[in-house]
Protein backbone atom coordinates (compact mmCIF):
# COMPACT_ATOMS: atom_id res chain seq x y z
CA UNK A 1 0.00 0.00 0.00
CA UNK A 2 1.64 3.45 -0.83
CA UNK A 3 2.41 5.43 1.98
CA UNK A 4 0.35 8.66 2.85
CA UNK A 5 2.98 11.38 2.42
CA UNK A 6 0.13 13.65 4.51
CA UNK A 7 -0.63 11.86 7.47
CA UNK A 8 -1.32 14.49 9.80
CA UNK A 9 -5.41 13.67 9.91
CA UNK A 10 -4.74 10.35 11.66
CA UNK A 11 -1.69 11.17 14.07
CA UNK A 12 -4.24 13.62 15.25
CA UNK A 13 -6.86 11.11 15.67
CA UNK A 14 -4.35 8.77 17.16
CA UNK A 15 -3.23 11.22 19.56
CA UNK A 16 0.11 11.36 17.97
CA UNK A 17 2.07 14.47 17.62
CA UNK A 18 2.13 16.38 14.42
CA UNK A 19 3.68 19.19 12.39
CA UNK A 20 1.52 21.23 13.01
CA UNK A 21 -1.38 21.53 15.49
CA UNK A 22 -5.06 21.91 13.43
CA UNK A 23 -5.49 19.19 10.55
CA UNK A 24 -8.51 20.33 8.53
CA UNK A 25 -11.17 19.05 6.35
CA UNK A 26 -14.97 19.91 5.54
CA UNK A 27 -17.85 17.81 5.66
CA UNK A 28 -19.63 17.94 2.68
CA UNK A 29 -16.38 19.50 1.18
CA UNK A 30 -17.30 17.90 -2.33
CA UNK A 31 -20.53 19.38 -3.13
CA UNK A 32 -23.00 21.97 -5.02
CA UNK A 33 -20.92 25.29 -3.98
CA UNK A 34 -17.78 24.14 -6.25
CA UNK A 35 -18.01 24.69 -10.15
CA UNK A 36 -16.40 21.95 -11.47
CA UNK A 37 -18.47 19.45 -9.00
CA UNK A 38 -21.48 21.05 -11.11
CA UNK A 39 -19.95 20.79 -14.31
CA UNK A 40 -19.06 17.26 -13.24
CA UNK A 41 -22.64 16.25 -12.70
CA UNK A 42 -23.93 17.73 -15.43
CA UNK A 43 -22.12 14.99 -17.80
CA UNK A 44 -22.86 12.74 -14.70
CA UNK A 45 -26.70 12.69 -14.52
CA UNK A 46 -28.61 12.26 -11.35
CA UNK A 47 -26.70 12.31 -7.90
CA UNK A 48 -27.10 8.77 -7.63
CA UNK A 49 -25.52 7.91 -11.03
CA UNK A 50 -22.55 10.09 -9.95
CA UNK A 51 -22.28 7.92 -6.54
CA UNK A 52 -22.77 4.65 -8.68
CA UNK A 53 -20.09 5.79 -10.92
CA UNK A 54 -16.38 5.16 -9.79
CA UNK A 55 -14.81 7.33 -12.26
CA UNK A 56 -17.08 10.39 -11.56
CA UNK A 57 -16.99 9.45 -7.48
CA UNK A 58 -13.47 9.74 -8.18
CA UNK A 59 -13.49 13.42 -9.88
CA UNK A 60 -15.43 14.72 -7.41
CA UNK A 61 -13.64 13.76 -4.57
CA UNK A 62 -10.17 14.74 -5.67
CA UNK A 63 -12.10 18.59 -6.64
CA UNK A 64 -11.47 20.19 -3.10
CA UNK A 65 -8.09 18.75 -2.88
CA UNK A 66 -6.80 20.23 -6.29
CA UNK A 67 -8.89 23.53 -5.57
CA UNK A 68 -7.67 23.61 -1.68
CA UNK A 69 -4.06 22.07 -1.21
CA UNK A 70 -4.32 22.67 2.56
CA UNK A 71 -6.75 19.96 2.83
CA UNK A 72 -5.64 17.38 5.04
CA UNK A 73 -8.20 14.61 4.56
CA UNK A 74 -10.17 13.58 1.63
CA UNK A 75 -13.96 11.84 1.97
CA UNK A 76 -15.71 9.59 -0.21
CA UNK A 77 -18.01 10.95 -1.97
CA UNK A 78 -21.46 8.87 -1.73
CA UNK A 79 -24.85 9.28 0.67
CA UNK A 80 -26.03 7.94 3.87
CA UNK A 81 -28.87 6.50 2.63
CA UNK A 82 -27.21 3.78 0.09
CA UNK A 83 -27.62 1.29 2.98
CA UNK A 84 -31.66 1.63 3.08
CA UNK A 85 -31.87 1.99 -0.70
CA UNK A 86 -29.92 -1.87 -0.77
CA UNK A 87 -32.59 -3.15 1.28
CA UNK A 88 -35.00 -2.04 -1.65
CA UNK A 89 -36.76 0.89 -0.60
CA UNK A 90 -35.95 2.32 -3.85
CA UNK A 91 -34.06 6.17 -2.94
CA UNK A 92 -34.49 8.87 -5.46
CA UNK A 93 -33.96 12.65 -5.02
CA UNK A 94 -36.36 15.22 -5.94
CA UNK A 95 -34.77 18.31 -6.62
CA UNK A 96 -35.47 21.12 -4.06
CA UNK A 97 -36.51 18.73 -1.91
CA UNK A 98 -34.22 16.30 -1.12
CA UNK A 99 -33.81 12.40 -0.21
CA UNK A 100 -37.59 10.10 -0.64
CA UNK A 101 -37.64 6.65 -0.72
CA UNK A 102 -40.58 5.11 -2.95
CA UNK A 103 -41.34 2.24 -0.46
CA UNK A 104 -41.04 3.33 3.09
CA UNK A 105 -40.93 1.40 6.27
CA UNK A 106 -45.02 2.20 7.37
CA UNK A 107 -46.45 -0.81 7.95
CA UNK A 108 -45.61 -4.04 10.10
CA UNK A 109 -45.17 -6.43 7.47
CA UNK A 110 -42.65 -4.59 5.31
CA UNK A 111 -41.06 -4.45 8.89
CA UNK A 112 -40.50 -7.27 9.64
CA UNK A 113 -39.56 -8.07 5.72
CA UNK A 114 -36.56 -6.28 6.06
CA UNK A 115 -33.29 -7.51 6.09
CA UNK A 116 -29.19 -6.89 6.02
CA UNK A 117 -28.71 -6.71 2.28
CA UNK A 118 -25.93 -8.38 0.39
CA UNK A 119 -23.47 -5.58 0.98
CA UNK A 120 -20.66 -6.38 -0.96
CA UNK A 121 -23.11 -6.95 -4.05
CA UNK A 122 -25.33 -4.51 -3.79
CA UNK A 123 -23.44 -1.93 -3.13
CA UNK A 124 -20.15 -2.83 -4.76
CA UNK A 125 -19.93 0.46 -6.44
CA UNK A 126 -19.14 2.27 -3.25
CA UNK A 127 -16.48 -0.38 -2.67
CA UNK A 128 -15.36 -0.15 -6.30
CA UNK A 129 -15.48 4.15 -5.90
CA UNK A 130 -13.01 3.73 -2.93
CA UNK A 131 -10.68 1.75 -4.39
CA UNK A 132 -10.30 4.31 -7.31
CA UNK A 133 -10.20 7.27 -5.05
CA UNK A 134 -7.03 5.15 -3.03
CA UNK A 135 -5.23 4.61 -6.52
CA UNK A 136 -5.91 8.20 -7.48
CA UNK A 137 -4.91 9.82 -4.24
CA UNK A 138 -1.76 7.83 -4.50
CA UNK A 139 -0.91 8.72 -0.67
CA UNK A 140 -1.66 12.17 -0.97
CA UNK A 141 -3.91 12.20 2.00
CA UNK A 142 -5.74 9.92 4.29
CA UNK A 143 -9.49 8.66 2.40
CA UNK A 144 -12.41 9.07 5.22
CA UNK A 145 -15.08 6.41 4.74
CA UNK A 146 -18.43 6.60 6.36
CA UNK A 147 -21.82 5.58 6.77
CA UNK A 148 -25.43 6.90 8.76
CA UNK A 149 -26.35 5.91 12.38
CA UNK A 150 -28.60 3.21 12.60
CA UNK A 151 -31.11 5.96 13.99
CA UNK A 152 -30.61 8.59 11.45
CA UNK A 153 -31.32 5.90 8.67
CA UNK A 154 -34.53 4.49 10.25
CA UNK A 155 -35.89 8.12 10.58
CA UNK A 156 -35.48 8.07 6.61
CA UNK A 157 -36.62 4.93 6.45
CA UNK A 158 -39.79 5.64 8.13
CA UNK A 159 -40.63 8.58 7.39
CA UNK A 160 -39.65 8.52 4.11
CA UNK A 161 -37.99 11.66 3.63
CA UNK A 162 -35.64 14.12 5.76
CA UNK A 163 -36.98 17.87 7.30
CA UNK A 164 -40.10 15.88 9.05
CA UNK A 165 -40.92 16.42 12.61
CA UNK A 166 -40.18 12.77 13.10
CA UNK A 167 -43.23 11.88 14.61
CA UNK A 168 -44.06 8.90 12.61
CA UNK A 169 -41.28 7.34 13.50
CA UNK A 170 -41.22 8.81 17.33
CA UNK A 171 -44.82 7.60 17.50
CA UNK A 172 -43.43 3.77 16.54
CA UNK A 173 -40.18 3.97 19.23
CA UNK A 174 -43.35 4.85 22.29
CA UNK A 175 -45.57 2.80 20.93
CA UNK A 176 -44.04 -0.35 19.00
CA UNK A 177 -40.51 -0.36 20.76
CA UNK A 178 -40.07 -4.14 18.97
CA UNK A 179 -40.42 -2.57 15.26
CA UNK A 180 -37.88 -0.02 16.41
CA UNK A 181 -35.98 -2.38 17.77
CA UNK A 182 -35.81 -4.89 14.51
CA UNK A 183 -35.03 -1.74 11.97
CA UNK A 184 -32.73 -0.77 14.41
CA UNK A 185 -30.73 -4.16 14.92
CA UNK A 186 -30.90 -4.54 11.55
CA UNK A 187 -29.70 -1.03 9.86
CA UNK A 188 -26.43 -1.78 12.48
CA UNK A 189 -25.53 -4.98 11.51
CA UNK A 190 -25.97 -3.36 7.26
CA UNK A 191 -23.87 -0.88 8.47
CA UNK A 192 -20.76 -2.84 10.35
CA UNK A 193 -20.79 -5.00 7.29
CA UNK A 194 -20.59 -1.44 4.72
CA UNK A 195 -17.89 0.02 6.77
CA UNK A 196 -15.78 -2.91 6.65
CA UNK A 197 -15.97 -3.39 3.29
CA UNK A 198 -15.17 0.62 2.85
CA UNK A 199 -12.06 -0.35 5.02
CA UNK A 200 -10.38 -3.31 3.31
CA UNK A 201 -11.22 -1.40 -0.37
CA UNK A 202 -9.02 1.00 1.41
CA UNK A 203 -10.72 3.84 3.81
CA UNK A 204 -8.31 4.91 6.39
CA UNK A 205 -10.71 6.22 9.08
CA UNK A 206 -14.62 6.10 9.09
CA UNK A 207 -17.12 8.30 10.52
CA UNK A 208 -20.54 7.72 11.67
CA UNK A 209 -23.09 10.43 10.95
CA UNK A 210 -26.00 10.97 13.47
CA UNK A 211 -27.71 13.43 11.85
CA UNK A 212 -30.94 13.43 13.93
CA UNK A 213 -29.91 11.97 17.21
CA UNK A 214 -30.43 15.20 18.73
CA UNK A 215 -34.17 15.33 17.69
CA UNK A 216 -33.87 11.83 20.42
CA UNK A 217 -35.32 12.99 24.40
CA UNK A 218 -32.72 12.56 26.61
CA UNK A 219 -33.16 9.50 27.95
CA UNK A 220 -33.78 7.63 24.41
CA UNK A 221 -30.36 8.84 22.97
CA UNK A 222 -28.48 6.77 24.51
CA UNK A 223 -30.61 3.54 23.90
CA UNK A 224 -31.48 4.43 20.51
CA UNK A 225 -29.02 5.64 18.48
CA UNK A 226 -25.29 5.67 20.76
CA UNK A 227 -25.49 2.44 21.90
CA UNK A 228 -26.21 1.21 18.21
CA UNK A 229 -23.46 3.36 17.22
CA UNK A 230 -21.18 1.37 19.96
CA UNK A 231 -21.90 -1.72 18.98
CA UNK A 232 -20.89 -0.33 14.99
CA UNK A 233 -17.44 0.63 16.97
CA UNK A 234 -17.48 -2.94 18.53
CA UNK A 235 -18.24 -4.95 15.55
CA UNK A 236 -15.31 -3.13 13.71
CA UNK A 237 -12.97 -4.05 16.48
CA UNK A 238 -14.05 -7.21 16.21
CA UNK A 239 -13.75 -7.80 12.87
CA UNK A 240 -9.87 -6.92 12.89
CA UNK A 241 -10.31 -3.21 12.57
CA UNK A 242 -9.42 -2.08 15.97
CA UNK A 243 -6.60 0.05 14.32
CA UNK A 244 -8.45 2.03 11.94
CA UNK A 245 -9.82 5.50 13.64
CA UNK A 246 -13.42 5.83 14.00
CA UNK A 247 -15.53 9.33 14.59
CA UNK A 248 -19.06 9.59 15.61
CA UNK A 249 -20.83 12.74 15.33
CA UNK A 250 -24.38 13.51 16.28
CA UNK A 251 -25.95 17.26 14.90
CA UNK A 252 -27.38 18.47 18.40
CA UNK A 253 -25.83 16.25 20.55
CA UNK A 254 -23.68 18.56 22.62
CA UNK A 255 -25.14 17.11 25.89
CA UNK A 256 -24.31 14.15 25.60
CA UNK A 257 -20.79 14.14 25.02
CA UNK A 258 -19.42 12.61 28.51
CA UNK A 259 -21.43 8.98 26.92
CA UNK A 260 -20.13 9.77 23.46
CA UNK A 261 -16.16 10.11 25.01
CA UNK A 262 -16.86 6.09 25.98
CA UNK A 263 -18.32 4.90 22.91
CA UNK A 264 -14.64 3.17 21.76
CA UNK A 265 -14.84 6.02 19.12
CA UNK A 266 -10.95 8.09 18.72
CA UNK A 267 -13.19 11.45 17.76
CA UNK A 268 -16.22 13.16 18.41
CA UNK A 269 -17.80 15.35 15.89
CA UNK A 270 -18.58 18.62 17.66
CA UNK A 271 -21.67 21.22 16.19
CA UNK A 272 -21.06 24.78 16.04
CA UNK A 273 -24.09 24.59 19.00
CA UNK A 274 -21.35 23.19 21.20
CA UNK A 275 -18.89 24.93 22.80
CA UNK A 276 -15.13 23.32 22.25
CA UNK A 277 -13.50 24.31 24.62
CA UNK A 278 -16.12 23.32 27.44
CA UNK A 279 -16.23 20.09 25.10
CA UNK A 280 -12.42 19.87 26.12
CA UNK A 281 -12.78 20.17 29.62
CA UNK A 282 -16.05 17.11 29.47
CA UNK A 283 -13.59 14.52 27.38
CA UNK A 284 -10.76 15.31 29.43
CA UNK A 285 -8.71 15.38 27.12
CA UNK A 286 -9.30 11.37 26.23
CA UNK A 287 -10.36 11.22 22.72
CA UNK A 288 -9.84 13.81 20.05
CA UNK A 289 -12.11 16.22 18.90
CA UNK A 290 -13.70 17.73 15.83
CA UNK A 291 -15.04 20.79 14.45
CA UNK A 292 -17.20 23.29 15.17
CA UNK A 293 -16.93 26.51 12.78
CA UNK A 294 -20.52 27.33 11.96
CA UNK A 295 -20.93 26.65 8.32
CA UNK A 296 -23.42 29.90 7.80
CA UNK A 297 -20.58 31.99 8.86
CA UNK A 298 -18.79 31.29 5.63
CA UNK A 299 -21.66 33.13 3.47
CA UNK A 300 -20.05 36.53 4.90
CA UNK A 301 -16.86 38.14 4.11
CA UNK A 302 -13.19 37.67 5.05
CA UNK A 303 -13.44 39.64 8.20
CA UNK A 304 -16.40 37.80 9.65
CA UNK A 305 -14.48 34.43 8.63
CA UNK A 306 -11.15 35.22 10.11
CA UNK A 307 -12.54 36.00 13.50
CA UNK A 308 -14.80 32.89 13.53
CA UNK A 309 -12.34 30.85 12.88
CA UNK A 310 -9.81 32.27 15.98
CA UNK A 311 -12.87 31.69 17.97
CA UNK A 312 -12.86 28.36 17.82
CA UNK A 313 -8.88 27.86 18.03
CA UNK A 314 -8.94 30.02 21.16
CA UNK A 315 -11.95 28.08 22.65
CA UNK A 316 -9.92 24.72 22.36
CA UNK A 317 -6.48 26.22 22.77
CA UNK A 318 -3.13 24.24 22.83
CA UNK A 319 -3.13 20.50 22.13
CA UNK A 320 -2.56 18.35 19.26
CA UNK A 321 -6.09 16.45 19.54
CA UNK A 322 -8.39 19.16 17.51
CA UNK A 323 -9.53 18.41 13.89
CA UNK A 324 -10.76 21.63 12.45
CA UNK A 325 -13.88 21.09 10.52
CA UNK A 326 -17.60 22.50 10.26
CA UNK A 327 -20.30 22.12 12.82
CA UNK A 328 -22.06 20.49 10.11
CA UNK A 329 -22.01 20.20 6.52
CA UNK A 330 -21.14 23.11 3.56
CA UNK A 331 -23.78 25.36 2.48
CA UNK A 332 -24.44 24.97 -1.44
CA UNK A 333 -24.05 28.75 -1.79
CA UNK A 334 -21.26 28.81 0.35
CA UNK A 335 -18.58 31.08 -2.26
CA UNK A 336 -15.37 28.93 -2.76
CA UNK A 337 -13.01 31.84 -2.11
CA UNK A 338 -14.33 32.39 1.39
CA UNK A 339 -13.49 28.47 1.94
CA UNK A 340 -10.22 29.53 1.09
CA UNK A 341 -10.37 32.20 3.14
CA UNK A 342 -11.00 30.15 6.50
CA UNK A 343 -8.19 26.95 5.18
CA UNK A 344 -5.60 29.91 5.46
CA UNK A 345 -6.90 31.33 8.57
CA UNK A 346 -6.62 27.83 10.42
CA UNK A 347 -2.85 27.37 8.99
CA UNK A 348 -1.98 30.67 10.20
CA UNK A 349 -3.47 31.31 13.27
CA UNK A 350 -3.02 27.82 15.00
CA UNK A 351 0.72 27.82 14.80
CA UNK A 352 0.29 30.37 18.35
CA UNK A 353 -1.07 26.98 19.68
CA UNK A 354 1.81 24.75 18.51
CA UNK A 355 4.37 23.11 21.16
CA UNK A 356 7.17 24.07 19.07
Known sequence: MTPITNDVFLKTLKKESTPYTFPVWMMRQAGRYLPEYRKTRKHAGSFLDLCKNADFATEVTLQPLDRYPLLDAAILFSDILTVPDAMGLGLHFVDGEGPKFHYPLIDEQAIQKLDVPNVEEDLGYVFNAVKSIKTALNGRVPLIGFAGSPWTLATYMVEGQGGTGFLNIKKMLYSRPDLIQHILKVTTESVSIYLAKQIEAGADAVMIFDSWGGALSHHEYESHSLNYMKVIISNLNLMGFEDTPKIIFTKGGGQWLDLQSQSGADALGID????????????????????????????????????????????????????????????????PENVECMLDEVRSYSKKYHKA
Open 272 to 335: WQTDLGNARKVVNDKIALQGNLDPAILLSEPKAIRSAVRNVLDSYGHGESHIFNLGHGITQFTP
